[in-house]
C-alpha cells in the first residue's frame, strides 16, 4: 500500500515534468521523485522525530546582502472596504529591494552565466554570449537588460522535498569551534564527518540535500550590530563542489551567507584554496553548481538546532516562491527527524 501510494503520489507530481524544456531546466532537481520521498518518508516515521526551522526570521534588522540592497518593509495602516465590514492589512518592501536574495534564500540556475572571456571592470560588458546551465544562451535567458529570467527562473525549481544529511564539520573537524573567514571545506572534512557521524556505509545518494554546518551562524545577530555575519566567510572548494556535484545531490546548503568562502581581507591569516582558485571565478562554487551541474544553493541556513541534537539525518521541505523570471527566492525549509 506504502509503495502504491508513493507510486501515484510519483505520477501526479511529475506530470509537468514531461516537457522536455523544463526538464532540461531542473538540473539535479529531476532526481526529486518516488525514491528520494521514500526515504523521506522513514524519517517522518522515525520514533521521537521532530520539526526543526532552517531559516531566519526576515526582518529590516537582520545581516543583510551588501548586494541586494537595503530589506524595509513598511508596514500600511488598516484599510476599510467599502460597503462592507471588512478592514484589511497589507505592506509594501521599499524601493529597489531584492527580496531573493536576502535571509535565508535560494538561488535560481539563472543566477549565474559565464562569458568566454575575462570582463576588466572598465569597458562595457558584453554578455551577449554568455552561457548558462543546460547551454542555453543569453538571448534565451535574458534577451534585454530589464527581462525576466525566460528560462531558468525560480518557477522552474520543483518542491524540494527529499531525504537530507548535516555534516557538522564545526563538531567533527573543528572540535567545536566555529570555522574562520576564508576558510575552505574540504572533501577531507567531509569524509571524516561522515565518518564520525556513523553516515560512512549510507554515504552521500542522489538525490540528497547536504546542509554543512560550519559554526559561521555564530555571527548572525538580529538587530545586525557587528556587521560581521555577511562582511565574509568560510565555504566549500572547489573540489568540494565536484564531489558534491558527482554524488548527484539535488542542493547544498551551509549556515553562511554564501556557499563560497569568502575571506577577511584585514585578517593576518589568509587561506589558499585546496587545489588553487579556477581562473576567471569570483565565485567558483556558485559557478559550478549553478552552471556546470544544476545543484540549487541554499544560503543562510539556521542549522544550530539540528546541530545541538546530532539529527544528521532528516526529510526536509523547501519550497520557493514561484516568482516567474526571478533569480532568487526567500524560502522556508524545515527538516523533520529525530
Same mark, same amino acid.
Given at each position: ?16 515534468l514531461y516537457s522536455?524544456?523544463?526538464i532540461?531546466? @531542473? ?12 526515504r !523521506?518518508?522513514? +524519517?517522518?516515521? &522515525? ?10 526570521? @526576515? ?9 541586494a ?35 535565508t ?22 554578455? &551577449? ?9 543569453? +538571448?534565451?535567458v535574458k ?5 525576466p529570467?525566460?528560462k531558468?527562473?525560480? +518557477? ?5 522535498v527529499?531525504?537530507a544529511?548535516?555534516?557538522?564539520? @564545526? ?6 569551534k566555529?570555522m574562520e ?5 574540504? $572533501? ?23 546542509? $554543512? ?11 545586525? $550590530? &557587528? ?14 563542489a565536484?564531489?558534491l ?10 549556515d ?7 575571506p577577511?581581507?584585514d ?11 579556477? +581562473?576567471?571565478?569570483?565565485?567558483p ?29 532528516? !526529510?526536509v521541505?523547501?519550497l ?10 526567500? $524560502?522556508r ?6
Amino acid at each position: 500500500m506504502h509503495k502504491y501510494f508513493l507510486f501515484l503520489l510519483s505520477y501526479f507530481c511529475l506530470l509537468p515534468l514531461y516537457s522536455e524544456d523544463l526538464i532540461s531546466q @531542473r538540473g539535479m532537481g529531476n532526481l526529486i521523485g518516488a525514491e528520494t520521498w521514500a526515504r !523521506c518518508a522513514s +524519517e517522518l516515521a &522515525s520514533e521521537g522525530a521532530k520539526q526543526y526551522e532552517l531559516s531566519y526570521e @526576515r526582518s529590516p534588522t537582520m545581516p543583510k546582502s551588501p548586494f541586494a540592497g537595503d530589506y524595509e518593509p513598511k508596514f500600511l495602516p488598516p484599510v476599510g472596504l467599502p460597503g462592507s465590514i471588512q478592514v484589511y492589512n497589507m505592506d509594501v518592501l521599499n524601493e529597489n529591494v531584492n527580496d531573493g536574495n536576502q535571509g535565508t534564500q535560494m538561488d535560481a540556475f539563472g543566477h549565474f552565466s559565464h562569458t568566454e572571456n575575462t570582463w576588466d571592470g572598465e569597458s562595457e560588458l558584453n554578455t &551577449s554570449e554568455a552561457k548558462y546551465f543546460g547551454g542555453y544562451r543569453q +538571448e534565451e535567458v535574458k534577451p534585454s537588460p530589464d527581462s525576466p529570467l525566460l528560462k531558468l527562473g525560480m +518557477e522552474t525549481v520543483p518542491p524540494i522535498v527529499t531525504s537530507a544529511i548535516l555534516l557538522d564539520v @564545526r563538531k567533527y573537524v573543528f572540535n567545536g569551534k566555529p570555522m574562520e573567514a576564508g576558510q575552505y571545506v574540504t $572533501i577531507e572534512h567531509l569524509e571524516k564527518t561522515l565518518e564520525l557521524s556513523g553516515l560512512n556505509t549510507r554515504g552521500i545518494l542522489p538525490g540528497d540535500v547536504v546542509l $554543512i554546518n560550519t559554526g559561521w551562524s555564530d555571527n548572525y545577530e538580529d538587530p545586525d $550590530i &557587528s556587521k560581521v555575519y555577511y562582511s565574509y566567510a568560510p565555504g566549500i572548494s572547489y573540489a568540494t563542489a565536484e564531489y558534491l556535484g558527482s554524488k548527484q545531490v539535488v542542493a547544498v546548503g551551509l549556515d553562511t551567507p554564501f556557499v563560497d568562502a569568502v575571506p577577511n581581507p584585514d585578517s593576518d591569516t589568509q587561506y589558499e584554496m585546496p587545489g588553487g582558485m579556477p +581562473e576567471g571565478l569570483g565565485f567558483p562554487v556558485h559557478h559550478y553548481f549553478l552552471t556546470q551541474v544544476g545543484i540549487y544553493t541554499l544560503e543562510n541556513l539556521k542549522l544550530d538546532e539540528l546541530s545541538k541534537d546530532a539529527v544528521t539525518q532528516s !526529510c526536509v521541505m523547501i519550497l520557493p516562491l514561484l516568482s516567474r523570471g526571478s533569480a532568487a527566492s526567500p $524560502i522556508r525549509p524545515v527538516a523533520i527527524g529525530g
